[in-house]
């Protein structure tokens, strides 16, 4: 019977392939995260130093993705991966392209600081982000944790707050309105506050999007558009 | 169904196969305390072509097949996979009684073709390997013609009245193992003298040629290039529409690429039966995953 030796492949360059793009994925998702506090950091604190610091770095984020990328079609070429190498692969090249785009949108929030810190006075809805925004930071370092811990668990706990996400954004897109309305002069800041808020609420359904993969990649089961139900079968079996 | 988990964090899974409550979690999780002399998957198959129930194959005092269940539908291509040694081949061999002629090989179980006893002591074993054909490892074609290498069969089985069936059937099979084009100019020649790939079209056509239920083939790639490799595995599937394939192969991607079911064999054992979709992207015993993905074998 196998013993736990067997979780090596025969191949050792190709354990250390595999090893490589994993490590540089999961390097990528720590840049990524630090990229998303800083970019609400930035907003709250109106630090429009740290802004542009985060509009910069955003690169490097680009640059990783092709790297990732690159490593695994070269792995896909070389070793036909199979099963759950297979599917680790897939899960890396998926994984990658939303930790790029949860780069972008942090991005955009450090725009966002930037165009609000150059006028000045703070406008209302940084209550908002500071809730939100919290929500969301959690949500992406807990969708790295479940891809780097494998867990289920906790990739369906990341789903389910998704949908908590998405509703208090759309509270908050309400709660926006009514200040602009009450004072059409703070339209364009306020409108700021909206494009930060609608960052956010994308990176929630990417960091979601993380744990669908997660899921898929520890049970062989693709739980995209499946719902929340379907998915909590999935992770419990049933 | 049972399940399966790839990581040591998540709890330990109950399994319908495992006849013990699951105590070992590997590394990568998927239970490897799981029985692997207890096939998981479904052995049965609607329309069956070939039933073999508790096979067990001896060479001598030495042990091959333990206990195999297993059943090939009609027009399917099943692949059987495993590490040298694993006994797949041998079991092959028995699907048309190849074994017989190996001194010491002792045979029990049922095997069925359609509802027809393949180990009953009345049975002539000539006609049931036309019915049940067989193409092996190496190429081999008689040293004749091309044509009456593909002739031969037929006519000692009597299935052609005149010389004009006979050329229809050469060529029929012929052109059935994509072969046709390339001898049809040169069928006086000498099989022997076509490459590799040829030549194992040629045995192929040679066993199409008395009209079979079943082709066993055994390893047929492993001494063609890649083209040629290819040609036959196109070939295969062309040929799953008229008959039923069983394949052995040393190649995982070749199984992957050509069969519709998977059968993964161990230590004489088969442990893993499947849609072959299922088998290499999503495997339900820890054995299946290490071989597949080569971390044993």
Known sequence: MPTKKSSQHISQRYDDELAAVKSQLFEMGGIVEKQVTDAIKALLEVDSELAKRVVIDDNRINDMEVAVDEDCGLI?????PAARDLRLVLTIIKTTTDLERIGDEARKMAKQAITLAEEGKAPRGYVEIRHIGENVANMLSQSLDCFVRQDVELALKVAQEDKAVDLEYASAIREMMTYMMEDPRSISRVMS???SLRALERIGDHARNIAEHVIYLVKGDDVRHVGLKQMAKTVHDE | MTTMTVDSNTSPQSSQEATQPVADISSNGLDSSRDYRQTVGKIEVANTKMSMRDVNV?????QAVFGVDLDIAKNEVIAMIGPSGCGKSTFLRCMNRMNDTIEGCVVSGSLKLDDQDIYDPK????????RVGMVFQKPNPFPKSIY???AYGPQIHGLANSKVE?????????RKAGLW????DRLDQPGTGLSGGQQQRLCIARTIAVSPEVILMDEPCSALDPIATARIEELIDELSANFTIAIVTHSMQQAARVSHRTAYFHLGYLVEIGDTDDIFTNPKHRLTEDYITGRFG
């Open chain 2, 166 to 174: 006979l050329d229809e059937i050469v060529e029929n099979s012929l």
């Open chain 1, 76 to 80: 896909l070429a070389r070793r036909q």
């Open chain 2, 148 to 150: 009456d290498n593909v």
């Open chain 2, 58 to 62: 001896s060479y001598g005092d030495k």
């Open chain 2, 123 to 130: 049975l002539d074993v000539v006609p049931l390997r036309a």
């Open chain 1, 193 to 195: 506050i909206m494009w």
């Open chain 2, 181 to 184: 084009n390339e001898a049809k």
